[in-house]
């Protein structure tokens, strides 16, 4: 069964500095991988997503991803974190049939000023 | 455009009382999702429509939970009765169409939620 490991609950950067939030997947065919974002009250919007080709993903609010296969790893990163990044982050796996995703448990990301 | 809305954002219960979430998806869209996230976790499907029938719910606890969309557009959740373990967020996420093929994947949009405690 499919699975997605986030081994960091809670992250805390300081504002400007470089991020990455780790995402580990356990899939034994072609992954299709997301990362989404929650904001407090709000729901899950979508960063970016991967399904083929370019292994280095680009998405909104200048997120990007690479996607590793030969260490089932899907880790988002940023150059330059924001104040208004401090959110709930989660990686999520897509499901053999019917668009299933299947999350991780989420990482918490702080940000300092 | 508007996006998936959900009522009520958050609900307080006894347990053994029953609850009752709406959800109201994006004009036009065909498929709708209803996720648990309990805290500290990702959310987990529960249930999945497509127009007014049933695609999956293997993970939906049939003896408490009941999902019903009955003129494929509007969704009700219903627990009854509530136990302390089902405090969790509840999310419901529509798309355009069901499809089974990841190569025309249509993206979910998520509602914010209802925040459940069950005491």
């Known amino acids: 069964a499919q699975s997605v490991t986030q081994p960091d609950i809670h992250i805390t950067v300081s504002e400007g500095a470089s991020l990455e939030l780790r995402c580990n997947y356990s899939?034994?065919?072609?992954?299709?991988l997301f990362w989404y974002v929650q904001s407090p009250g709000q729901g899950l919007q979508l960063l970016l997503k991967?399904?083929?080709?370019?292994?280095l993903v680009q998405g909104i609010k200048g997120f990007e991803a690479e996607f590793k296969r030969s260490q089932s790893s899907f880790n988002l990163r940023k150059p330059s974190v924001h104040w208004s990044d401090a959110a709930e982050y989660f990686c999520?796996?897509?499901?053999?049939?019917?668009?299933?995703?299947?999350f991780g448990a989420g990482t918490i990301l702080r940000v300092k000023s | 455009e508007a996006g998936v809305a959900q009522s009520p954002r958050y609900k307080i219960i006894e347990k053994r009382q029953s609850v009752a979430f709406w959800c109201n998806p994006i004009?036009?869209?065909?498929?709708l999702y209803w996720y648990q996230q309990i805290l500290g976790q990702g959310p987990k499907l529960l249930i999945q429509?497509?127009?007014?029938?049933?695609?999956?719910d293997s993970q939906l606890p049939k003896d408490r939970f009941s999902a019903e969309r009955l003129k494929g557009v509007d969704s009700t959740l219903k627990i009854q009765p509530a136990k302390l373990e089902d405090s969790a967020v509840y999310l419901c996420?529509?798309?355009?169409?069901?499809?089974?093929?990841?190569?025309?994947?249509?993206?979910?949009?998520f509602g914010p939620g209802t925040r459940l405690t069950v005491l």
């Open positions: 899939y034994g065919a072609t992954p299709y």
């Open positions: 999520a796996v897509g499901a053999l049939d019917g668009n299933k995703l299947v």
């Open positions: 429509f497509q127009n007014n029938g049933v695609v999956d």
């Open positions: 991967y399904f083929s080709g370019d292994t």
């Open positions: 004009s036009g869209h065909a498929t």
């Open positions: 996420a529509s798309s355009l169409i069901l499809s089974r093929r990841w190569s025309t994947y249509n993206e979910q949009f």
